[in-house]
């Protein structure tokens, strides 16, 4: 594993594993326990994902099977928008998140959107940063004009801003505003979310197979090797293997130019960040997230 170091000193693994739209909880903690045995580290859940007990779960019998220690792990969760009203909804968000996982701390947490109260949420957050229990904040889903003016206003500095990041939707000038204000840029659907259908692209792959490599590893790896932590999420044994065997290759320049070619301007058509209606939405029970 290959790792970035975070604007608080601390290490980020480049590779982690995402828990979204995985509402079964066996289903869930199988699919960690997996993933840490494939040698993750980073897990990335949420409240609204509903699966912070199973991940929990996981990270317990890791630890006591001997796969990994606490240290070795780094637990990712995000405040759900309806807690981000106040200092103190953030502060009892946050403790829930604590709770439900079963950890003394928390290696990042992240606020999941842009809405409600952020700079209220935030200086509550920032308590549990200051006594240890969450070691690294972070944002997501804040689009560079809102990274510029969150920087510019708060006084923790967020460590990561997590959002959308594939060779479909490349976001250049993102990450070049993210590596200015030293935030780590983390890439959600990574693969694409199950659209796109890059496994049939020719193009990607013929700069698989003349890497010896898969589609989906050739897409993982460009994030990679243009800084970009990335966060495949798979319920199958064989991709969780595959998406973080990604440390034995290079991608050309010509390479990574021809991929970032795929780049169509725009991301997730369902994920309707501009669309009242979606912020009403996150307002809302984290239940509707995502369904
Ligand atoms: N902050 C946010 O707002 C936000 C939003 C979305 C996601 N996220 C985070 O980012 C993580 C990843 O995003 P995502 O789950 O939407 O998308 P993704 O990881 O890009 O794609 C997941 C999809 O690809 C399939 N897949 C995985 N590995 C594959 C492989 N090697 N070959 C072919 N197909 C493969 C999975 O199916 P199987 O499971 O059946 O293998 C699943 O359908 C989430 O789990 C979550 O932690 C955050």
Redesign the pocket.
Known sequence: MEYLTMNTGAKIPLVGF?????PDKEECKESVLTAIRCGYRLI???TA?DNEDAVGEAVREAIEEGLCTREELFITS?LWVGDAKNEKTAIEGAERSLQKLGLDYLDLY?L??SYNDVFAAWRGLTTLYNDGRIRALGI??FYPFMVANFCETVDVQPAVN???L?PYFVQNDAVKNMKYYNVVPE????????RYNP?EDEMLKAIASSHGK????VILRWNVQRGVVV??????EQ??K??IDLFDFKLSEEEMNKISSLDMGYGDTR?KHFDPEFVKLCMGSPNNY?K
Request: charged fraction near 15%; hydrophobic fraction near 35%; glycine fraction near 14%.
């Open positions: 995402g828990v979204f739209r995985v990335d859940t949420a994902y995000k992240l999941h959107q997501s889903n997590q959002i959308e594939h890439a959600w659907a990574p693969l694409g979310g199950g496994f898969t589609v989906g590893q966060l495949p999420k798979s319920v199958h991709r969780i595959e998406n994920t995502g």
